[in-house]
């Protein structure tokens, strides 16, 4: 009796080993996408050593990964606080056409490449449409939900000593005194004031060495004048809209 009872659990014993084993026989992928070429067929024999029988990618939701400027990678953290993690971009695809969706904020690195001084970040897309497609290149064009508008004035205006940056500004009877300015990022040949100017003032960009708080000067209002300053300015900035007045200006980002 104790033999057939043991004969029984073994048996049971072999039939749960088979079906384990058997269960070996169908392959399943842990995710939902896109299979490329098989590397075996049926009726090849499989090994742990076959190596990989095909590969599977994802195609939806897709990740973008790409990589940010320190300064700019700051100014973006700022914005996701701001705005929350869905960001507006426009993804530029291989063929050039253009795909508006919103990405969704899902990685940044937390290190600076010391080689490059850039940050890689990552972005999560819905793939509906199944135009993006895994390993592609793309060029990402990210923007703020809201434009911000920044002071500017061209960098061969700006002046240092000991106590920091600052800039002369002409006064109502034409003379000139230093005003202490706080300077954000360069753009081209221009740079961000973050305060101590306002919109309007003209501010002195050539000649400064000869320059002393009281000194009289003579402003160029010619339209000749405005119109280089003008055009020297959209070109440096990529066709940027910039509204000139006198010799300061502002800058719509996005």
């Known amino acids: 009796m104790l033999q057939g009872k043991a004969a029984v659990s073994q048996a049971k014993a072999n039939l749960r080993l088979a079906e384990i084993n058997l269960g070996y026989c169908r392959i399943t992928a842990p995710i939902t996408g896109k299979i490329g070429i098989a590397n075996l067929t049926k009726g090849n024999y499989v090994t742990p050593s076959s190596g990989a029988l095909?590969?599977?990618?994802?195609?939806?939701?897709?990740?973008?990964?790409?990589?940010?400027?320190?300064?700019?990678?700051?100014?973006?953290?700022?914005?996701?606080?701001?705005?929350?993690?869905?960001?507006?971009?426009?993804?530029?695809?291989?063929?050039?056409?253009?795909?508006?969706?919103?990405?969704?904020?899902?990685?940044?690195?937390?290190?600076?490449?010391?080689?490059?001084?850039?940050?890689?970040?990552?972005?999560?897309?819905?793939?509906?449409?199944?135009?993006?497609?895994?390993?592609?290149?793309?060029?990402?064009?990210?923007q703020p939900v809201k434009s911000r508008i920044v002071n500017v004035i061209p960098q061969?205006?700006?002046?240092?000593?000991?106590?920091?940056?600052?800039?002369?500004?002409?006064?109502?009877?034409?003379?000139?005194?230093?005003?202490?300015?706080?300077?954000?990022?360069?753009?081209?040949?221009?740079?961000?004031?973050?305060?101590?100017?306002?919109d309007g003032q003209n501010v002195v960009v050539a000649g400064l060495q000869n320059l002393r708080p009281g000194t009289k000067v003579r402003i160029d209002t010619s339209a000749s004048a405005n119109e280089a300053t003008s055009n020297s300015v959209l070109d440096e900035t990529s066709g940027a809209e910039i509204i000139n007045s006198g010799d300061t200006g502002t800058k719509e980002e996005n």
């Open 54 to 142: 095909a590969t599977i990618v994802q195609m939806d939701p897709v990740r973008v990964s790409y990589t940010l400027p320190d300064r700019d990678y700051l100014d973006q953290l700022e914005l996701f606080k701001k705005e929350g993690s869905v960001y507006k971009t426009k993804l530029i695809l291989s063929n050039g056409s253009e795909l508006d969706v919103p990405g969704q904020r899902d990685f940044e690195d937390n290190t600076v490449d010391q080689m490059t001084g850039t940050v890689m970040m990552r972005l999560r897309y819905t793939n509906d449409s199944g135009m993006l497609i895994p390993g592609e290149m793309v060029r990402v064009f990210t």
């Open 156 to 198: 061969t205006a700006v002046m240092a000593d000991a106590e920091g940056d600052y800039v002369y500004v002409v006064e109502a009877d034409n003379s000139v005194r230093d005003v202490r300015v706080k300077l954000g990022r360069e753009m081209g040949t221009l740079r961000e004031v973050v305060s101590g100017l306002k």
